[in-house]
């Protein structure tokens, strides 16, 4: 029976692990679920899989599962785990979304012999700290972000130096063939063509800053400098990298557009006898029109940002995430306009106050966490001084 916990539980990534685990209940075992303030999913799988463990951050939605389960343990951080958590578990999901997920990440790898990680903003800001604790406890590391796990399956066991070059697909989001996006709604924007997900991803596939994240992500876990990268246009997302090896050799990675792909196989891994997913027939017709262009600057402007990325992991990353967690949530709230995104992430990164963290690097998660509330806060007070202008 494998043990298992998933972080981020009520969420997209989150509920389609437990789809999968359900297929094959009997041979699961969820230790440990955790959510922010979503008690109702939650409640629904505490009953289905017999939880015995959760941790709910909301203070409001903790207190209320906590009267609602008396005989779980239910806590509010991940602070005291080893009071609840014997042993290791063999895999875990971390799905928490945005920066709030790194501390759990990072809390979670020694509980765990498998990690598999989704949270994106958790190896842009603390992929030192978390390869320091994976190389500590033995953990093995499994990237879930599509892209990530189709380069990792591909490039795994060869040398880096074999490595020409690696082509990151981006659909382009809702608005790639819009005009004008002045006009453009909240809902609009989180209606993505291809994939169902969570709000913020999908706010960040539209404006391509999902990209930008996702360069920063295999830049770092595959240990390659920024010239190795390119970004393309694939509007059907049906091809997920494209590695160029110095062979002479190119693979092409393709899956239906299912997250459930690389979550599955994430889980299944290492199993001799593998219960196969049932994927859907090859689509000859998006094979044929694989329609791969450059990106157009002017449309997506952050794209623009891949020139003041540098090579070393610095402090700057922590940076990119803080400002793109507010500004989103300032659109999601309503507060901004969808155009006004890219322009105000730009601007403000370019802000001296915070190009001097270029040459700083990360120490510890305490001054990660620091920067982090740091730049959310200014940022915060610069788009509202720039909206009352
Ligand atoms: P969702 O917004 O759907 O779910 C996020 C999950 O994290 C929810 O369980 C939510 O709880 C929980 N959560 C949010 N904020 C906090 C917090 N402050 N403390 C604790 N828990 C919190 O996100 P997704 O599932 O779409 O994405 C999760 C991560 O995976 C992101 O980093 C994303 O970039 C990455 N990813 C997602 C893909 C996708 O297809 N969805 C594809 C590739 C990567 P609650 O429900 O209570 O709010
Ligand atoms: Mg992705």
Known sequence: ???????????????????????????????????????????????????????????????????????????????KLDKIIKGKVDYTMSAIS???????????????????????????????????EIKKNKTVFIPVDSEHFS?????????????????LTASGGPFLNKKNIKKVKLIN????????MGKKISVDSATLMNKIFELIEAKKMFDLELDKFDVLIHPKSYIH???????????????????????????????????????????????????????NDKK????KLLKKLTNKNSLFDTAIVSVNDEIVSLFLKKKIKF??????????????????FKGQKPKNLAQIERLNEFVRLKTRTLSVISEKK
Request: proline residues 2%; glycine residues 4%; positive net charge.
């Open 189 to 196: 924007a989180l209606k993505h063509p291809n994939w169902k």
């Open 151 to 167: 380069i990792w399956s591909v490039i795994k066991d060869s040398h880096k130096d074999e490595i020409e070059k690696i082509f």
């Open 1 to 79: 029976m494998k043990k298992i916990i998933i972080l981020g539980s009520t969420g997209s990534i989150g509920r389609q692990t437990i789809e999968i685990v359900e297929k094959n209940k009997k041979n699961f075992k969820v230790i440990l679920l955790s959510t922010n303030k979503n008690i109702n999913i939650l409640s629904e799988q505490i009953k289905k899989f017999n939880v015995q463990n959760v941790v709910v951050t909301n203070i409001n939605s903790y207190k209320k599962i906590k009267k609602k389960f008396k005989k779980i343990n239910v806590l509010n951080n991940f602070e």
């Open 339 to 356: 155009f006004e995104i890219s322009k105000k992430i730009t601007t403000i990164l370019g802000l001296p106050f915070l190009t001097k």
């Open 98 to 132: 945005g920066f709030d997920g790194l501390r759990p990440t990072i809390k979670i790898i020694k509980k765990t012999k498998k990690i598999a990680i989704a949270n994106k903003e958790s190896i842009i800001c603390g992929w030192e700290l978390i390869k320091k």
């Open 241 to 295: 990298a494209i590695v160029k090896f110095k062979n002479g050799l190119i693979k092409i990675i393709a899956h239906d557009t299912d997250m459930k792909i690389p979550i599955y196989n994430s889980i299944y891994i290492d199993e001799k006898k593998q219960c196969y997913f049932k994927s859907k027939k090859i689509n000859l017709e998006i094979l044929n029109s694989l329609n791969l262009q450059k990106v």
């Open 300 to 303: 997506f402007p952050v794209i």
